[in-house]
């Protein structure tokens, strides 16, 4: 067989076994904007898939910051930050996340993913441990592997196995550090971690915490500021990243913290020494979101975002939500795409949540609710869910019967 034929038969065969275990995907092409319907290929449909959680995207003062810096004429930062990419639009934005974080410093990223991949291996190196929550992002998992530490994963939000691995840890590796490494709401769940018991436990064992704050930024906590701020613990926490491109508006990702983890991060985090900066104007852009998240107004978002979450629970029968993540847990990957496409049948676009985003086998229907959406909305979406079964929710995984004849 020629050399070309050998590519593309393992292409094709990789492609194959993909559609075969259902986890085949072609993103759907949107026209406009994120918001309360987006324009589909299929038709205009209510949005239930976007993290765009208080409707900033398409806002009209985080547009015109960006259209500001735009009109000064530059489209792209040239080259890294280090080298001629810093410009006074991120400084700025790394001014907004300190002040706003009460933190002495951040340091802004391309990326929540970029973010993750540059600060944790700055930290940790070979002889460290890296404790990962289990359903810790996969950015967060790469960052670790890429450091080169000792990777520990404990079970989803289990303090007694935490305790152990850092007693592990603390004993085999007397000289290395340690860092704990969590999410202040896991995405795919839409659970919190136990922040307060995370804490003590760090502080019994020396360790340090990295606190990826992407699903809280804007949605909870004192001027939507996250989980960190809710409890009153962001001076406990040595690293807490949030991301730019989730109810921020924009693009982006900040590390805050210390001014000399800032100083640490600029001089060797590879993923802002190596890489081009980000435009000014989408630093300009989730400036202007996080400014909308800390005033009045984003309290009032998040006053309606509140109102449609607890709408929805009590449509599903559940209690005590905050969070605006409602997983349907079904299993069946296949299954999870035929209901998803239902929905979509019905105007109505809920994501089908695979493998590699959660594990083989808990295929899920993610729902996320935003401050855009109406109350019409939120009963349209929970009688199409009874439509597709009626069973009712566990705690804050909906679990619809497992049929699978459906
Ligand atoms: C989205 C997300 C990231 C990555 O952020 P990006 O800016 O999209 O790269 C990191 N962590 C969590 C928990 C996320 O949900």
């Known amino acids: 067989m020629s050399r070309e034929g050998d590519w593309t038969t393992f292409l094709s065969e990789r492609l194959d076994d993909i559609r075969r275990r259902g986890l085949f995907r072609d993103p759907p092409r949107l026209a406009g904007t994120q918001g309360r319907h987006v324009q589909r290929p299929e038709g205009r449909v209510l949005n239930f898939s976007s993290n765009d959680y208080l409707g900033l995207a398409s806002h009209p003062a985080v547009v015109e910051a960006a259209r500001v810096e735009l009109d000064r004429g530059a489209a792209g930062a040239g080259s890294s930050r280090l080298v001629s990419g810093t410009f006074e639009a991120h400084e700025r934005l790394e001014a907004t996340v300190a002040s706003l974080k009460g933190c002495e410093a951040a340091v802004s990223f391309s990326s929540g993913y970029a973010a993750a991949t540059g600060c944790i291996p700055a930290l940790c190196g070979p002889g460290d441990v890296v404790l990962l929550d289990k359903l810790s992002h996969a950015c967060l998992v790469d960052a670790a592997r890429l450091s080169g530490a000792t990777i520990r994963v404990f079970p989803h939000n289990d303090l007694s196995a935490l305790e152990s691995r850092l007693k592990w840890a603390s004993q085999r590796h007397p000289r290395g550090r340690i860092l704990i490494v969590a999410e202040s709401v896991y995405s795919m769940d839409g659970d919190c971690c136990p922040l307060k018991g995370i804490i003590a436990l760090k502080e019994c064992y020396s360790a340090w915490l990295f606190l990826d704050e992407a699903h809280a930024l804007g949605v909870i906590g004192p001027r939507g500021m996250g989980l960190a701020a809710a409890c009153g613990l962001g001076d406990r926490v040595e690293i807490q990243m949030g991301t730019l491109g989730k109810a921020a508006g924009a693009h982006g990702a900040t590390i805050a913290g210390s001014r000399h983890l800032r100083d640490l991060l600029v001089n060797s985090a590879r993923s802002l020494i190596f890489s081009t900066a980000p435009p000014p104007h989408v630093a300009a852009a989730a400036a ?98 009874r439509r597709l079964d009626g069973k009712l929710p566990e705690r804050n995984v909906v679990r619809l019967a497992d049929n699978p004849s459906r």
């Not at 079904?330 to 959660?358: N, Q, Y």
């Not at 295929?363 to 959406?373: D, E, I, M, N, P």
């Open 288 to 385: 202007a979101g996080l400014e909308i998240i800390a005033s009045p107004e984003g309290e009032q978002l998040r006053l309606k975002l509140r109102e449609r979450i607890a709408e929805f629970a009590r449509l599903l029968g559940e209690t005590g939500r905050h969070i605006p993540i409602f997983p349907v847990l079904l299993g069946c990957e296949k299954r999870t795409v035929a209901c998803s496409d239902g929905l979509l049948a019905d105007g109505l676009w809920v994501p089908a949540i695979r493998f590699p985003s959660v594990a083989r086998g808990s295929a899920r229907l993610r729902v996320t609710l935003t401050a855009v959406h109406e109350p019409e909305d939120i009963v349209r979406l929970a009688e199409a869910l």
